[in-house]
Nanobody
């Protein structure tokens, strides 16, 4: 079965860290550009970070630059999102998406090949 599965979400205090995982089954993630999105209650889905399949370039929305890091582990067929210095406004359901044709981008309206089911991240004291 071809699918993406996110994990690693949870409840963390402000200033804390979490590492999200996006694992693929049935296909090789290295061939795909991977994008992390998030959606908070009552808000539109927004792109957070992207790692390109072309050259491994990484991209971040301004609000997470310097705090979040996206990376790949090809041996584990997994992409990670390391989130440090978390803030309450980072609270959202986080999703990963994969696309073979996309070079890079953070557009939630793009027609990605695969989406995960999401993992909840809650930043609260």
């Amino acid at each position: 079965q071809l699918q993406l599965v996110e994990s690693g979400g949870g409840l963390v205090q402000p200033g804390g860290s979490l590492r999200l995982s996006c694992a693929a089954s049935g296909f090789t993630l290295d061939d795909y550009t991977i994008v992390w999105f998030r959606q908070a209650p009552g808000k539109e889905r927004e792109g957070v970070s992207c790692i390109s399949s072309m050259d491994g370039s990484t991209y971040y929305r301004d609000s997470v630059k310097g705090r979040f890091t996206i990376s790949r582990d090809n041996a584990k067929n997994t992409v990670y999102l390391q989130m440090n210095s978390l803030k309450p406004e980072d609270t959202a359901v986080y999703y990963c998406a994969a696309d073979r044709a996309l070079d890079y981008g953070l557009d939630p309206k793009y027609m990605y090949d695969y989406w995960g089911q999401g993992t909840q991240v809650t930043v609260s004291s």
